[in-house]
């Protein structure tokens, strides 16, 4: 027996029918067509399929669709402002933090929760910021050094 | 200095950066076709077993399923990556007779989505009769051992040697000799895409494959074998792929079954492994037994070597073979060993089968052989670094028969990794420094695949426009080969790096390349593809040099679009302009350029080795025996450095790797049964556990690759381990022989070492 | 001096290579030929990995010696 699902993604408000199972995660891919968003495992331990959830970083294969009822979401394909890439996008790609790039969205999305949370974290909160993201191809030090570039404002938000 | 190249060496995005920070680029795990079917693979719970009997009934009819498949609907062959022995191909992929590991396929479903697929395999109905069966290698070995695969003696697959100078002669000359044995762990690749694969039949029997792979030329030839198509008739496809390390070269169960359940239905269906069945159903590190005997004289001389290795191979004989040979070659490295000798045997277990992964049996031959080194150096009372220094390879050495090493920096590694200790000075209490050197080839020039192309080629076509499209079967698996090879085209025609395209992993519009494997992209693709931007540059030269007028005395060169003669740099014309007038000057005929590589008289294992040192330091709790690796500093070379960014992700990377090889990553097994199948189980560098990475970068210049470029990828997976267990006895004086140390091992280590201490 | 391998004939430097070569390979025409010598080829292999000094290509290695020399 399908549910109603009301979820606003990226800024934009859906009016879903989903099944009672169904995964946040699910929803965005399948649904919503937002493969940007991936599965490593899931069972809420590598995550790749991490998104923002009312500005919290969550891993969308741990929740049920339904639990997300009423809330705003955000994936990475909602970090860049039309073609204006967000500055943890742009710090990226100069530090070449990514490589295979399955883990990439997932990074993102945590990354840009930590600093939501706290625009000036140290070094170790960094860290423990990424630590619920496997990264198999970089060894994280310069997805570290990308957040680290943007704390100290070397990338201005696109206006 | 500035550099003389305009591209190579500088810090660019990946040309497909964009794609995949903002969630767009397209894996195999992302396609949806029309129509398209999902698949599921039944698998054996038993490790050894008949199969005496296969009731599908049921699960046919639950609604949504539209085939059930076992291996009756096969042609019933078997197959293997060492196809030119057919003995070697031993895996059926899926089983009729019998199954031979916890996680061997024997039916596979294609219903309309996931979870019914899933429901259906729970109504297939398998009777087997379970068989004796045998996991450890040493046990296998035995003349009553269950036999995995009738008709193999001993259990053994296969059995390797390599030898050289009269070793028995010189261990008698040896002033001092050590017998050690070490015991290599096994590891899983976790990939963070799963193995993955949509196939697709036509009616007109012709087969497209979207997969997550390493080799797109190698599936198609594989599906070829296996399906009896011709291969033209097939078509794979890379696209963007979520990590290799080794594990997806070779062709795997969601590729060949949804291939065969596809062949039932002309509908597209997609497998997507899921994450327990990437543990313990594709391949993994080949775990060894190593036997090593080293002798040396009392100045530090290393004067023999004999190693005896046992693996243990799983059932099937995968890509273990090369990993049982390159154990044993790596093992003689990086030192000048005038007597050597290497005996190895694969040994056939009923667990999942070992493979490649990222080293190919060098980070094992490199944990054993630097830890037993830096024992042989203190027995001696010879600093770590000197003995390195007194036996270490040096250019244009020849190991005897096997390989000619033109380009090594290994001497400036050792220097540039001696300062480094140097300065960090008096260390901690606990803390300890431990170093490793390693040398990895820059691909393999064997051809057990029985391959009749070269081993690299690449297309280029140069548009009106002046940008060109580069057509290549390497494979971009993340580790950025579609940058690289851009960047040497677009070197090679003086362009920006912009003005080129990769087309690259599909066999229906790329020429064939053995692809990513081996650390042989660079050098081999890069080949192919510098000869092909040659040969249009030569093109475009012809109608440069009739424009120009130019006394036929010069010399004409391009740079930054710009074509003039290379005494007169002002003296020139637009690279673009030439090329409009050159295609129209042509009849319209785009510029073609064709380039390929295969190794020869380059010595029986690879054209170029790379080399590096690496330091480890650690802090120990000597309470808990927990360790923390502090820093990880690395002095390699890797010749020509064609893109910074790049290298510095392969060596970063590494050490997550390999240094999670030495310091937690595991497969323990209980009678065949992998007990950490998840990644919250299977315990992996995250990023609070990630030393601090510096980098030491020595200039090398190799002749063989292009503009001097080798080897950046899988060598740097081969010290660490080594490199850790050297500095937790540099540390508090414990000596752990087999993978991972885990800080279990270096507190019992501890406890023993105090108790022999009081008992003295 | 060379050594030609009885069953496919690669031809090696030494007898002891063409021991090696002939255990290697280890399929079945090569078995029965190293068992038709007196040889048991799972015992040849046990002397081999047991222990260090490549006692099992030794021991085939000087049949070898007598039996597959040829001139050139």
Redesign the interface.
């Known amino acids: 027996m399908k549910k109603e699902l009301k979820i606003k993604v990226n800024g934009q408000p859906y009016d879903l029918f989903v099944k009672p199972k169904t995964l946040l995660s699910e929803v965005l891919r399948n649904d919503l067509g937002l493969t940007g968003t991936k599965r490593g495992c899931n069972s809420s331990s590598c995550g790749a399929c991490t998104v923002m959830l009312n500005g919290m970083s969550v891993k969308s294969c741990s929740i049920l669709a339904l639990q997300a009822n009423g809330s705003e979401v955000v994936t990475v394909e909602g970090l860049a402002k039309g073609n204006k890439l967000s500055p943890l996008q742009n710090a990226f790609l100069d530090h070449g933090s990514y490589q295979c790039g399955f883990c990439t969205p997932g990074m993102l999305m945590s990354s840009t929760a930590l600093l939501t949370e706290n625009p000036k974290p140290t070094k170790e909160e960094m860290k423990e910021g990424i630590d619920g993201n496997i990264c198999r191809c970089t060894g994280y030090n310069s997805i570290i050094r990308a957040i680290t570039a943007v704390v100290k404002g070397e990338y201005k938000e696109a206006k | 200095m500035t550099s003389k190249f305009s591209v190579i060496g500088q810090?660019v995005?990946?040309i497909?950066?964009?794609?995949?920070?903002?969630?767009?680029?397209?894996?195999t795990?992302?396609v949806v076709l029309p129509n398209m079917l999902y698949g599921k693979v039944l698998r054996s719970p038993h490790p050894h077993a008949k199969i005496l009997k296969i009731d599908t009934s049921k699960a046919k009819k639950l609604i949504g399923v539209k085939a059930v498949v076992t291996g009756k609907d096969t042609l019933g062959r078997k197959q293997g990556i060492w196809r030119r022995f057919p003995?070697l191909c031993d895996e059926e992929i899926l089983c009729r007779e019998k199954v031979r590991y916890i996680g061997d396929p024997v039916a596979a479903v294609a219903a309309i989505d996931e979870d019914i697929a899933e429901e259906a395999l729970d109504l297939i109905e398998v009777e087997y009769e379970p068989l004796p069966a045998v996991f450890d290698p040493l046990e296998a070995?035995k003349?009553d051992a269950p036999q995995v695969h009738d008709?193999v003696?001993?259990n053994?697959n296969?059995?390797?040697?390599i030898?050289w100078g009269d070793?028995?002669e010189a261990f008698k000359k040896c002033d001092h000799i050590r017998?050690d044995q070490f015991k290599c762990s096994s590891q899983a690749?976790?990939?963070?895409?799963?193995h993955d694969a949509v196939a697709s039949f036509g009616h007109n029997g012709k087969l497209t494959v979207w997969t997550s792979t390493q080799s797109s030329y190698y599936i198609q030839r594989l599906y070829a074998d296996m399906l009896d198509m011709r291969e033209s008739d097939i078509r794979v496809m890379n696209r963007?792929?979520?990590?290799g390390?080794g594990s997806k070269f070779e062709l795997d169960s969601a590729q060949f079954c949804s291939a065969i359940l596809s062949q039932k239905l002309c509908q597209p269906v997609k497998i997507v492994l899921?994450?327990e069945e990437e543990f313990t159903a594709t391949k993994r590190r080949t775990p060894m037994y190593y036997?090593l005997?080293l002798g040396a004289t009392k100045d530090g001389t290393l004067l023999a070597k004999?190693a005896?290795v046992?693996t243990e191979g799983g059932a099937y004989t995968a890509m273990g073979a090369t990993a049982l040979y390159l154990t044993g070659f790596f093992s003689s490295f990086p030192y000048k060993y005038p007597n050597y000798?290497y005996?190895g045997?694969r040994v056939y277990t009923n667990t999942e089968p070992s493979s490649a992964m990222r080293g190919f049996g060098a980070p094992q031959s490199t944990f054993v052989g630097e830890s037993q080194l830096d024992m042989m150096a203190e027995d001696l009372g010879i600093d770590p670094i000197e003995i390195r220094r007194k036996n270490g390879m040096t250019p244009n050495y020849e190991v005897p028969g096997q390989a000619f090493i033109q380009s090594c920096g290994l001497h400036q590694c050792l220097d540039s990794i001696d300062e480094h200790i140097n300065k960090r000075g008096k260390l901690p209490p606990n803390h300890g420094i431990g170093v490793a050197s390693y040398g990895f080839m820059s691909g393999g020039i064997f051809n057990w695949f029985n391959t009749p192309y070269a081993f690299s080629a690449a297309v280029i076509r140069i548009n009106i426009d002046g940008k060109a499209d580069v057509y290549t079967g390497a494979c971009d698996?993340?580790?950025?080969s579609n940058t690289t090879l851009a960047m040497i085209a677009a070197e090679e025609l003086g362009i920006k790096l912009e003005d080129v395209r990769v087309f690259s992993g599909d066999t229906g519009i790329c020429p064939p390349d053995l692809g990513a494997w081996g650390s042989r992209q660079t050098l081999m693709s890069g080949n192919a593809v510098k000869r092909a931007a040659a040969e249009c540059k030569s093109q475009i030269m012809e109608f440069a040099a009739a424009k120009m007028g130019v006394n036929i005395v010069y010399d004409l060169d391009i740079k930054d679009g710009w074509i003039h003669i290379v005494n007169r740099p002002e003296r020139g014309v637009s690279y673009y302009d030439i090329v409009k007038g050159a295609i129209r000057g042509k009849d319209g005929v785009a510029i073609m350029g064709r380039g390929h590589y295969t190794p020869h008289r380059k010595g029986m294992i690879s054209p170029a080795y790379s080399f590096g040192v690496q330091a480890a330091e650690v802090a120990v709790d000597v309470e808990t025996g927990r360790y923390k690796l502090v820093n990880v500093t690395t002095a390699h070379e890797s010749g020509t450095v064609i893109n910074p960014?790049?290298i510095?992700?392969q060596?970063?990377?590494?050490?997550?790797?390999a240094g999670g090889y030495g310091f937690c990553e595991d497969q323990p097994m209980d009678d065949g049964k992998i007990l950490n199948p998840?990644?919250?189980d299977y315990k992996?560098i995250?990023?609070?556990d990630?030393p601090?990475?510096d980098i030491l970068e020595i200039d090398t210049y190799e002749p063989e690759g292009p503009f001097g470029a080798k080897e950046a990828g899988e060598g740097l997976t081969n010290p660490t381990a080594g490199a850790i267990g050297n500095a937790i006895y540099k540390a508090v004086g414990v000596r752990i022989y087999d993978l991972p140390i885990t800080p279990e091992k270096v507190f019992k280590a501890l406890r023993e070492k105090e108790k022999k201490a009081k008992s003295k | 001096m060379s050594y030609q391998c009885p069953v496919c004939n690669k031809v090696s430097s030494s007898a002891l290579d063409l021991s090696r070569h002939m255990i290697g390979r280890g399929d079945k025409a090569h078995r029965d030929w190293i068992n038709s010598k007196g040889f048991k080829y799972s015992e040849l292999l046990t002397l081999q990995f047991k222990s260090f000094g490549g006692e099992g290509y030794k021991a085939l290695s000087e049949v070898l010696e007598k039996e597959t020399k040829t001139k050139g």
């Open positions: 810090r995005h990946n497909d950066g964009t794609e995949k920070v903002t969630g767009s680029a397209k894996y795990f992302d003995e070995i003349e008709g003696e001993l053994i296969i059995n390797r040697h030898e070793v028995d017998e690749h976790v990939c963070m895409e799963t963007h792929t979520g990590g390390f899921s994450r036997f005997k004999e005896r046992i000798r005996d045997y698996i993340g580790q950025g960014v790049g510095e992700g060596l970063e990377g590494a050490i997550m790797m998840s990644i919250a992996l995250r990023s609070l990630m601090e990475t």
